[in-house]
């Protein structure tokens, strides 16, 4: 049985969503489960007419049904493996529950074992989890967008500064709910006490740069107020887009 992880090993977490400043409706959505963390998840819908709405919520929903059981009494090896189900679980339900159509982005940052020593990063879409070592001032990408212009930056035609305002920047290559195979991101990451994890929709990443994210992280030490920062300041810049934002900090 899954042993509590004592008080000094529970991560601490702050999470928050707006429509922004443009969009009527937002088809982000977020959600952490467990006390202490199991996983949190950014889920970044799309198909309009709400279709995006519905779609990111059918797999923030079966995560919420699904993490607890599945994740609960594995070993870490197994934990990996049921993370990359629970994916598949999500894209099911947003095919089942969701418009034709409609689809969403999916990134998830999840526990494997009882300890909070081993965690795991699963992603599809171009929704990104990014690591701020405490040992190290720095912000690491660990997860690759799946998207054309990440493509073109691949292939080395275009930067990743251009990238963020190409008319195709919000081209996805992969999505829960598409009718294509679905193919999944998943691996494991490292983790040491102090280290952050981000977890954010493109609405944040669109609109600051990796070394601004940094700045206003390492401005503020208590992790809603870095949430509350880093949103505030992609409202600031007008964000035409949802943001979405999750921050865990390890313990």
Known sequence: MDQPVPTTRRPIVAARTDVGVV?????????????????AVVADGMGGHEAGE???????????????????????????????????????????????????TFTALARLDADAERWAVANVGDSRVY?????????EQLTVDHSAVQMLVDAGQLTADEARVHPRRNVITRALGSDEQLV???????????????????????????????????AHEDVEDAVDALIDAALWRGVQDNVTVVLVQMP
Do not use: K, Y
């Open 184 to 218: 999944v991101d998943v691996g494991e990451v490292e983790a040491r006490t102090g280290d952050r994890f981000l977890l954010c929709s493109d609405g944040l990443t669109g609109e600051l740069r990796d070394e601004e994210i940094l700045d206003l992280l390492d």
């Open 131 to 139: 690591r701020r070592p405490a040992a190290a001032r720095m912000l």
């Open 54 to 104: 519905e779609a990111s919520a059918a797999a923030i929903a079966a995560v919420q049904e699904q993490a607890e059981s599945r994740l609960a009494d594995a070993h870490a090896e197994e934990a990996l493996q049921r993370l990359g189900e629970i994916v598949h679980a999500a894209h099911q339900a947003v095919l089942e529950r969701a418009p034709r159509g409609a689809g969403t």
């Open 23 to 39: 969009r009527e409706l937002n088809e982000d959505a977020c959600v952490r489960v467990g006390d202490p963390l199991r996983i």
